[in-house]
């Protein structure tokens, strides 16, 4: 007897035929919709670290970086406790560190957080399994923005997502990378939510298609072509279909089955649709805002960067004003100066016209009492005004009449208030409170600049003092010490060395003096005349003279000129020495008469011991001790 192939009944088939139907229509829709949500999420996501990372990287000090050599320096515990502050503002930041590449690959240089946390990298721990987008990208990140990992990992310590920006100094250079590592927990759970969601959209629909096909399955062939299309307009994405059957029976209730499921799955569509919207929009707004505050702290390190490159201060000043107000679009752009009784804030820059002749005037505030400037300056806290005619602190200036909002910044230095920075708009509600958090930023590397400018001002002040006693000292030493045995100078003559009693009388050498130049003959007896300096000033001169008759070569004179640079340096050198060997002589001279003339309480051994003394000290010299009758008589008094 033959086999008859298995026959499933018409029941069977009507469940499965819908059960595959809802399947599929909303696995597409679901499938869909998550994809789309999932890229949105972590692109919001991508740009806050971005964000992060960009703010991280205006606080590290390249030049101070450069000088950890290991974790018991000093500059490694100061980097580590400033970064593990910017870890811990925001739960998110898991791991903050920084690194350097050498040939062996990376390695770790400064770790924020406890040493004793489970994942701390050590000093000069290598990296052994650095990202491949890191290793990628580190020799270009000194020319691109900061970088941030294309996808979430996930690991045994949860899911992250890293970025990383370079670390310069305050010349430029390109001298590590720090990295930042954020839990990524919160998008990954939402994600898995929103899967969640799709599935059980999905398995809602394919419940409702088996009860469908459960109740068509009994129906007669009759009505199943309706039934039929009806279907394959649903599972070809049109929700809005419907099945139109009046036969009163299960086929009718079989057609609104399937009606109902259509508009259970239409309403869940519409429902994914609307939340995918909100989440678009409430994404587009935070991207904007991420955007514009991208844009700031942008614009904020390339100001940073350009009035890095100043020394002066008075050119330093105007230059901040002109580049915020260019950058940032503002009306007016002042900079106020604490006079040093910190009792006036003194306009030291400005860029509008107004400004230039409140600058010209010599314009300032008293601080606490006049304007939002001097209540600045006062308390240290920033002022936002968003509509002055409203704002009782406001000052009234008739130089700005256009000014309707105003924001005034302190300018720090290790806590202390040095200054204000105040940009004033000619729009109402120009400031926001997160404007006022971005530009103190900005203020603070202003400060930072005014103060830096300063300093060097200062050491190059203390420089050119130190420089002037040092030759005052040399040439004072040199004026007192210089040996008299050799006479106005020495000479190589014919193979032998003699002393100069007399100056020779030479027109080459008194140029060569009188120009402090290198002087070359022109004529037949081949002269080279070099003068010798003493800290810049001339003290003598060294005259060569080729007897072979030949011109002298470029390279004859740069080896002259070079041994009497060696000469001079090698004169104040010995003068130095000698004034030192001279003083230390006196003291130590001075000393053992002290030691001896101390040795007694008797008055007369003490003059004898001084005159006996000095005698021998000064070679035998004649001294003569006497106390004044005045001075005797006034001792019988006492008495």
């Keep these: 007897m033959i086999n008859q192939p ?148 996930t690991d045994e310590y949860g899911s992250f997502i890293s970025a990383y920006a370079p670390i310069k100094t305050s010349d430029g250079k390109y001298v590590g990378v720090v990295g930042l590592d954020i839990s990524a927990d919160t998008i990954v759970a939402e994600q898995n939510l929103l899967l969640v969601q799709s599935l059980s959209i999905m398995l809602l629909a394919v419940c409702l298609g088996i009860s469908i096909g459960y109740f068509t399955g009994g129906i007669l062939n009759r009505p199943l072509k309706e039934l039929t299309d009806t279907t394959t307009r649903v599972s070809s994405g049109d929700l809005t279909a419907r099945a139109m059957l009046k036969t009163g029976d299960e086929v009718e209730q079989l057609g609104d089955s399937l009606n ?46 350009e009035i890095s490159n100043i020394q ?74 968003l509509d002055v005619g409203l704002d009782s602190v406001y000052f009234d200036n008739p130089d700005l009449p256009n000014t309707h909002s105003e924001l005034a910044l302190p300018l720090r230095i290790a806590g202390q208030v040095i200054g204000v920075l105040d940009v004033q708009s000619e729009l109402e509600n120009a400031f926001r409170e997160d404007d006022a958090e971005v530009l103190s930023t900005l203020a603070d ?8 400018t300063r300093t060097l001002d200062e050491a190059r002040k203390s420089l050119i003092e130190v420089q002037s006693a040092y030759g005052a000292s040399v040439m004072e030493a040199w004026k007192v010490l210089r040996p008299q045995s050799i006479g106005t100078g020495m000479q190589w003559k014919d193979s032998s060395l003699t002393r100069l009693n007399e100056p020779i009388q030479d027109h080459i050498l008194q140029r060569a003096i009188e120009t402090g130049e290198t002087v070359v003959s022109k004529d037949q007896d081949a002269v080279l005349a070099i003068p010798i300096r003493l800290r810049e000033r001339i003290i003598g001169v060294m005259r060569l003279k080729n007897n072979l008759e030949n011109r002298w070569t470029e390279d004859e004179v740069d080896i002259a000129q070079a041994i009497a640079n060696r000469l001079s340096l090698a004169i104040e050198t010995a003068s130095l020495i000698t004034t030192s060997q001279q003083r230390a002589e006196i003291e130590r001279v001075t000393s053992d008469i002290t030691a001896k003339i101390g040795a007694s309480s008797r008055f007369e051994t003490i003059l004898q011991s001084a005159a006996q003394e000095l005698s021998k000290a000064l070679g035998g010299s004649d001294v003569l001790v006497q106390i004044e009758p005045a001075a005797l008589k006034l001792g019988r008094d006492d008495r």
């Design 6 to 153: 298995q026959r499933f009944s018409l029941r069977i088939k009507m469940i499965l035929a819908f059960a595959l139907v809802s399947l599929v229509v909303s696995g597409v829709a679901s499938l869909g919709f998550y994809r789309t949500l999932q890229r949105q999420n972590l692109e919001g996501f991508r740009r806050r670290v971005l964000n992060a990372i960009s703010i991280i990287e205006l606080n590290q000090n390249g030049d101070e970086f450069t000088m950890v050599d290991s974790a018991q320096n000093p500059l490694y515990d100061k980097i580590r406790l400033q970064n593990t502050r910017i870890r811990d503002t925001d739960p998110d930041f898991i791991y903050l560190y920084t690194m350097r590449r050498d040939a062996q690959g990376i390695f770790f240089v400064v770790d924020a957080g406890d040493p004793l946390d489970e994942g701390f990298s050590a000093y000069a721990e290598r990296y052994l399994e650095p990202s491949p987008f890191l290793v990628e990208n580190w020799d270009s990140l000194p020319e691109r923005d900061p970088i941030v990992e294309p996808a979430v990992y």
């Design 260 to 305: 109902r499921m259509a508009e259970r799955i239409q309403a869940e569509v519409a429902t994914l649709e609307e939340r995918v919207s909100n989440r678009t929009i409430e994404l587009e707004i935070a991207n904007r805002y991420n955007e514009r505050r991208s844009r700031q702290f942008q614009t904020i390190t390339q100001v940073a960067r």
């Design 445 to 452: 590397q202003v400060a930072i600049a005014i103060q830096n």
């Design 312 to 385: 002066e201060l008075e050119t330093l000043l105007p230059s901040i004003a002109k580049l915020i107000s260019e950058q940032f679009g503002h009306y007016h752009t002042g900079i106020f100066m604490l006079d040093e009784k910190k009792e006036y804030a003194v306009l030291s820059a400005a860029n509008s016209e107004g400004g230039l002749r409140m600058l010209a005037r010599g314009h300032q505030l008293r601080i606490g009492q006049t304007g939002i400037v001097g209540y600045v300056a006062a308390t240290g806290n920033p002022r936002i005004v």
